[in-house]
């Protein structure tokens, strides 16, 4: 699975950014357009190689400097929206 996330670590990465696993289980757009019940954001999104290499570099971090980016980065988001 070079592509797809186990429970395990899908669990692990939900811990990590503080939101239950439910989170990534959320509405989406299908294929065809359709919404389903399944991650908050596009399936292709999580499936792309960027994607998976800064998860496996963000896990690599001590957790006190993934709490800090984590943080800095919901900020930034926040203020974008």
Do not use: M
Request: charged content about 25%; proline content about 2%.
């Amino acid at each position: 699975g070079a592509n797809r996330v186990s429970a395990s670590r899908l669990f692990e990465i939900s811990q990590a950014l503080d939101v239950s696993v439910a989170f990534f289980f959320e509405q989406i757009e299908d294929k065809n357009g359709e919404l389903g019940h399944t991650l908050g954001t596009p399936v292709e999104f999580f499936q792309e190689k960027e994607t998976i290499e800064l998860i496996n570099c963000y896990f690599c971090w001590p957790e006190e400097q993934r709490r800090y980016l984590f943080a800095l980065t919901k900020s930034i988001s926040e203020k974008a929206a």
